[in-house]
């Protein structure tokens, strides 16, 4: 089969890819440019851990054709620490231990970015909210939605 | 027709670890050249964080900061053998196998510092920052990172240890059937509040507030994170949780674990958790298994808060709201 040429940015970085028609872009993030952060848990878009931002957008990347992507601005978690230093997210979640076997952090991370983009001083249930389509099976979600609230507060503390 | 409130009570024992015909783990430990420690097993970190709690454990006994061990866990072709990460048995099987390898790699360690300082083995000790110090004279030590270099190029010593432990097998007794499954028990209590509604049978737990005897709490974040957990997954399995909802036509019933209900970030419980820390005889450092007996309690205490709201015992998990109501229509009088 003819492949496709594809083109996006991924974190700021340029990437283009000859990729076969229909590929997912969690298939061609994970096995052709190899940024494995997001993560394939259900492959039909009910779990959340493959959860991916595309032009500001939460996106569920197993559902996304990556031949969909041209020219778009993809973040996914891999891109968050600037030098080293973790974004406020990541380092809310380490100091939560919001993660344990670590499969749904990527994509609660991806979804509390956006919630937080948009809505940068959540309600408790407006956290809740963004997460409801991110399964966990480890934490009982609290220590989850604690971190984004934590997140929330430091990022605002560093506006001020 | 009402929304009704009830608030049950739980006390459960739970085994650590099972005995299916003997129980072992085995590890072992050896220091590479630059005095960083290795700890090899086959046991599984499924992420409830294990390598960290074995990297404690082996750091403890050997003297040295944790960040020197390096934990490599889950290959059963390379690894010593473990019976499994299951049956909360991770921390006391492999913890005490960790123990005694890292004992005897300690002892290796001391005997080639105490050739390197012309001292007795046994007049030397650790200071847990990486040195060896004669007791009485810490002017006189060796760092551990010399210790090992000597001992790979000088002076031709592993410092290296085996562990092993093993509950044997226990047979039950011909005459009363009496046997001894487990050596060591963590305890817990739940008090959980609940609403039903007696129309809709529908189920909210309020609150749920959770004691937890667990032997010593090695590291007591993850501790309480594994609890949090833990409690969240008992209500999940006293009222959600089953792979055969049921459904009049098996038909439309769930075919994937899409379908698996488990509450949402939207359903918690309000939750409360107190750690009691009694450490045991034979647990490594004196931990218990607080791994899966986390999640029983809620259990019982939810059924018996759902008797306490409407009056209905309900024998079957999960509590469904359709079993509620089958009880409850029972309790009345009706034909079910
Ligand atoms: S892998 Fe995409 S939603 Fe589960
Ligand atoms: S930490 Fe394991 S699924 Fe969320």
Not at chain 2, 301 to 316: K, L, P, S
Request: charged letters at 20%; hydrophobic letters at 40%.
């Amino acid at each position: 089969m003819a492949k496709v040429p594809v083109q996006f940015t991924l974190n700021g970085a340029e990437k283009a890819e000859f990729i076969d028609s229909g590929t997912t872009l969690l298939h061609a993030l994970r096995d052709k440019i190899g940024d494995t952060s997001p993560k394939g848990g259900c492959h039909q878009g009910t779990c959340g851990a493959c959860s991916v931002i595309i032009d500001g957008e939460l996106r569920l990347s197993c559902l996304t054709l990556a031949e969909t992507c041209n020219g778009a601005a993809i973040t996914t978690t891999s891109g968050l620490s600037k030098g080293g230093v973790l974004h406020p997210l990541q380092r809310a979640f380490l100091d939560a231990f919001a993660t344990q076997c670590g499969f749904c952090t990527p994509g609660m991370i991806m979804a509390a970015k956006v919630l937080l983009d948009q809505t940068p001083n959540p309600s408790r249930d407006e956290v809740v909210e963004a997460l409801s389509g991110n399964i966990c099976r480890c934490t009982g979600y609290e220590p989850i939605i604690q971190a984004v609230l934590t997140a929330a507060r430091s990022n605002s503390q560093n506006a001020a | 027709m009402a929304i009704r409130r009830g608030r049950g009570v739980a006390a459960i024992n739970y085994p650590t670890g099972m005995n299916l015909g003997g129980d072992p783990t085995q590890a072992l430990v050896h220091s590479t050249p630059t005095g960083n420690f290795m700890v090899t097993l086959s046991s599984v970190d499924l992420g409830q964080g294990m390598k960290q709690i074995m990297a404690q454990i082996c750091a403890e006994t050997i003297g040295v900061p944790t960040d020197r061990v390096v934990v490599d866990t889950a290959d059963t072709d390379t690894g010593p053998h473990c019976m499994g990460t299951f049956a909360s048995r991770g921390t006391h099987r492999a913890g005490n196998a960790v123990i005694q390898a890292a004992r005897e790699a300690r002892q290796v360690m001391l005997e080639v510092a105490a050739e390197e300082l012309e001292v007795n083995a046994s007049d030397l000790e650790t200071d847990g920052q990486g040195n060896i110090l004669v007791k009485g004279a810490p002017q006189r030590s060796i760092s551990i990172f010399d210790v090992a270099l000597s001992a790979h190029f000088k002076r031709g010593r592993s410092i290296s240890g085996r562990g092993m432990f093993l509950i044997p097998r226990s047979y039950p007794e011909k005459e009363t059937g009496a046997m001894k499954p487990s050596t060591c028990y963590a305890h817990a209590c739940t008090v959980a509040e609940v609403e039903v509604d007696d129309e809709t049978g529908e189920v909210t737990v309020l609150t749920v507030k959770n004691v937890f005897e667990i032997g010593r709490a090695l590291n007591p974040k993850m501790v309480e994170q594994q609890l949090v957990g833990g409690s969240w997954m008992g209500i999940s399995h006293a009222l959600y949780e089953t792979t055969e909802p049921y459904y009049p036509n098996r038909d439309h019933g769930g075919t994937d674990f899409n379908q698996y209900l488990m509450p949402g970030p939207g359903d918690l419980a309000q939750t409360e958790i107190i750690v009691l820390e009694r450490p045991s005889a034979d647990g490594p450092y004196g931990a218990k298994g607080p791994g899966e007996m986390c999640a029983n309690p809620q259990i019982p205490a939810v059924a018996n808060a759902v008797f306490d709201a409407v009056g209905v015992r309900i024998d079957t998990l999960p509590i469904t709201p359709e079993r509620i109501l089958r009880a409850l229509k029972a309790q009345a009088g009706a034909p079910n």
